[in-house]
């Protein structure tokens, strides 16, 4: 079965600290995906990746950056943490071809708190 | 930009029964289709893909049908089950911007004893 996993399940920073959160998946996807979910408002997309050094900007990618060095890891970066970045970070990974027909592994999440 | 519409936004049934979820599209020029679960504080899990070309797709109670044309699918879940409860998301791909996603904001299932 395909993984996906966060690194942190609960995660709680102070206003203005640099904050990492890792994402790694096993079965060689090229497209990662960081989403932010909060209630009322649903599940949006901050920043993607079709492959290892590239980025493509979401709908909210104010406040955020990512990385992508190698396939298998996929790392959102709070530059300067802020209370209204408190919601729950969801990462997902896809292939571009082959079985699963582009479909979409989600990370069990990480539910952040900023003090 | 593609919106994705789920109604209701929540469904409060007794065990057993079949019900229907619904969601719509804007934009016909889709990919693919999927259905997604979320339990609380978790993850997404993907249910069902139905690739543009497709009418429907069935995995064990599930059935998701697909209308391209009119921008809409339902998920059909037979003989509910109190474990059905969940969040129930749907998702498209348009053609022009593969592999990114757009959700809706889901319909809040309880299935009660």
């Known amino acids: 079965d395909v993984k996906v996993t966060q690194s942190s399940r609960y995660l709680v920073k102070r206003t203005g600290e640099k904050v990492f959160l890792e994402c790694v998946q096993d079965?060689?996807?090229?497209?990662m995906f960081w989403y932010r979910q909060d209630p009322g408002l649903g599940l949006r997309l901050i920043y993607f990746s079709y492959d290892v050094k590239m980025k493509e900007k979401g709908d909210i990618p104010e406040g955020y950056s990512v990385s992508r060095e190698k396939k298998e890891r996929f790392s959102l970066i709070l530059e300067s943490a802020s209370t209204n970045q408190t919601s729950m970070y969801l990462c997902a990974s896809s292939s571009q071809t082959g079985g699963h027909g582009e479909k979409l592994f989600f990370g069990s999440g990480t539910q952040l708190s900023v003090l | 930009k593609q919106e994705v519409t789920q109604i209701p936004a929540a469904l409060s049934v007794p065990e057993g029964e079949n019900l229907v979820l619904n969601c719509s599209f804007t934009d016909s020029a889709i990919y693919n289709l999927q259905w997604f679960r979320q339990d609380p504080g978790k993850g997404l899990t993907s249910l069902l893909l139905i690739q543009s070309s497709q009418r429907e797709q069935t995995s064990g109670r599930l059935n998701a049908s697909l209308d391209k044309s009119s921008g809409r699918s339902t998920l059909y879940i037979a003989a509910s089950q109190p474990g059905d409860s969940a969040t129930y998301l749907c998702a498209v791909i348009r053609g022009s911007t593969l592999g990114r996603l757009y959700f809706g904001r889901g319909t809040q299932l309880t299935v009660w004893p």
């Open positions: 079965m060689d996807h090229e497209n």
